[in-house]
């Protein structure tokens, strides 16, 4: 089945206690990309790839990391959290950057993953 | 910087009724994509139905159409014959060049 696995769904943690969010594609995807949901604020792109080795800065990049060495693979690293970033976060993926005709750039959302930073 | 307006918080409609949902985009690019997304209570994000800047007819996709209005920036969504499966939150985005930028979403209620 094609889809785009996060985990953990749901992660409590603590001010500074770095963590790392994992997002995996079996659809061969070269474009993923990481958004923070916030009530009232809607989807916020975090970070996006382009291809292996390729990521750029979203609107709100300050406080992540990403790295994409596989293609599969685009995991979100909180260095040291705060409770600011406490917030809903979902990774997606496309086959090519959004908006490609032909349904290319259609992008595909993970779950999501709940994160609580006290 | 592209940004998105949903200016209705919360919208609700009487199952079997139509209903139309706003969003209003700024953007200077002739170039770009618009979409609707579904949010149900299991918080998946479901893509609805996009539309292509420099297409003039409207996407539809069963009973889910648009209204583009380019020149206005306009971006709306109607319902048709709403279910009570369609109740969720709905987000308007648009992209342009690379990013894609969302709206602060609609939350649609459906009344038996």
């Known amino acids: 089945e094609a889809q785009v696995t996060q985990n953990p769904r749901y992660l409590i943690t603590v001010t500074g206690k770095k963590l790392t969010v994992t997002c995996s594609q079996n659809?061969?995807?070269?474009?993923m990309s990481w958004y923070r949901q916030d009530p009232g604020l809607g989807l916020r792109q975090i970070y996006y790839?382009?291809?292996?080795?390729?990521?750029d800065k979203g609107d709100v990049p300050e406080g992540y990391k990403v790295s994409r060495k596989e293609k599969r693979n685009f995991p979100l690293i909180l260095e040291s959290p705060s409770p600011n970033q406490t917030s809903l976060y979902f990774c997606a993926s496309s086959l090519r950057p959004p908006g490609k005709t032909g349904g290319r750039g259609t992008q595909y959302f993970g779950p999501g993953t709940r994160l609580t930073v006290l | 910087a592209q940004t998105v307006t949903q200016s209705q918080p919360e919208m609700s409609v009487q199952e079997a009724e139509t209903v139309t949902l706003s969003c209003t985009y700024d953007?200077?690019?002739?170039?770009?994509?618009l979409f609707w997304y579904k949010q149900p209570p299991s918080r998946q994000m479901i893509l609805v139905i996009r539309?292509?800047?420099?297409?003039?007819q409207n996407a539809t996709e069963n009973r889910f159409s648009v209204n583009f209005q380019k020149a206005a920036k306009s971006f709306s969504l109607k319902i048709s014959d709403s279910q009570l499966g369609d109740a969720a939150m709905y987000f308007c985005a648009y992209r342009g060049a690379q990013k894609l930028v969302f709206g602060q979403g609609t939350r649609l209620t459906i009344n038996p």
């Open positions: 953007t200077s690019e002739s170039d770009y994509y």
């Open positions: 539309q292509e800047a420099y297409k003039q």
């Open positions: 790839s382009m291809n292996v080795e390729v990521t």
């Open positions: 659809m061969n995807h070269e474009y």
